[in-house]
């Protein structure tokens, strides 16, 4: 990566800062805020990394970055919403809520297989394209697949009796389970050993930033479907490096490959407790190899380091790291310390 980039003369930021937030949405907020203020001060969007220890961090950053309005890229990992675990479990909300299409009817239907999938889902949207549910009945399947096509249906008609009369929150966590979405996440998880999938007591992280991004509609379904199909779009078009500003994008990536790397202006999001030391750091050995990726997280800034930490995270409690308390980031001069 080039580092070339160097600040102003004439910038003024403070060396070192420290900041406590209540949750991940009101760090994304914030970091993104100051983000915007560096840019409009005249420092490149290629100058300023922010650091996360899990990829699914970048949900939060995601969102307030593109409503910030600049340019980022996220390294190592496609953006929260266009994962295909994310989608995995958003394309059974997409049905439900009868805003789905050929392609989101067939990776609900697909995952987990049930021997249904992409030839199955374009008969039904031939049959019926304003919403390919309906055009299930008219797709040919063999007696083998009738099953698997009679339990998919009748799991989709019960939460659509659901919808206008249970929160978002609780259908994702039910449609999670019942459908099959969270156990096959649950397979997944601990296959990217930097990235953990789980929070540590065996729930999935997906369905419960999923979970959570929706609690924020109430019981209107389709408003949320409507809003994380925004996500994709604002967040896809923000993240995009084939236009004129590839070259002033904000970098986001995890600490891990963050090593060797340098920028002049540094964000470290999410110095936690369950995050950095990760809740999954049970072992002597394993907190002090969280406690070696904190100090490289924190060695990356060349002019200017950000730390903040948050209350909870995931709706769980939190708390500021002990690393950070480790590196004097709570007793030193220079330190600016922001609660909020």
Do not use: C
């Not at 009748?154 to 659901?162: D, F, H, V």
């Not at 995050?275 to 060349?302: I, K, N, Q, S, W």
């Amino acid at each position: 990566m080039d580092t070339t980039e160097t600040l102003s003369p004439d910038t003024v930021i403070p060396p070192l800062t420290f900041a406590h937030y209540a949750d991940e949405e009101q760090e994304g907020d914030a970091i993104a805020t100051q983000i915007r203020a560096l840019r409009d001060a005249g420092v490149p969007g290629a100058s300023i990394a922010v650091l996360v220890r899990t990829n699914r961090q970048t949900r939060a950053l995601e969102s307030a970055f593109a409503r910030a309005g600049f340019t980022f890229r996220i390294i190592g990992s496609p953006s929260f919403w266009a994962r295909y675990q994310t989608q995995a479990l958003t394309a059974y909300l997409r049905v439900i809520a009868g805003k789905a299409d050929e392609k989101v009817l067939t990776t609900a239907l697909s995952t987990p297989a049930r021997f249904l999938g992409s030839a199955v889902a374009r008969q039904a949207a031939a049959a019926s394209p304003s919403d390919p549910f309906f055009g299930l009945k008219a797709a040919r399947i063999s007696r083998r697949q009738q099953a698997n096509m009679d339990a998919f249906m009748a799991l989709i008609r019960k939460y659509r009796t659901m919808v206008g009369n249970t929160p978002v929150i609780q259908i994702v966590r039910e449609i999670a389970e019942e459908s099959g979405v969270a156990a096959w996440l649950r397979d997944q998880a601990g296959e990217d050993s930097e990235t953990p999938e789980t929070n540590g007591d065996g729930s999935v992280s997906v369905v419960e930033d999923v979970a959570l991004a929706g609690a924020q509609f109430g019981d209107d379904l389709g408003a949320f479907v409507e809003w994380f199909a925004a996500q994709e779009a604002i967040t896809a078009k923000a993240s995009d490096l084939r236009g004129e500003n590839t070259d002033d994008a904000v970098t986001i990536l995890s600490v891990h490959r963050s090593k060797g790397l340098e920028w002049p202006v540094v964000f470290v999001a999410g110095m936690s407790e369950g995050l950095m030391p990760h809740a999954l750091a049970e072992t002597p050995e394993d907190v002090e190899e969280e406690r070696r990726m904190a100090y490289v997280a924190m060695t990356r800034a060349e002019d200017a380091l950000f730390v903040s930490s948050t209350s909870t995270y995931a709706g769980k409690p939190a708390g500021i790291s002990p690393f950070v308390m480790e590196a004097g980031l709570l007793s030193e001069d220079e330190v600016e310390v922001v609660e909020f």
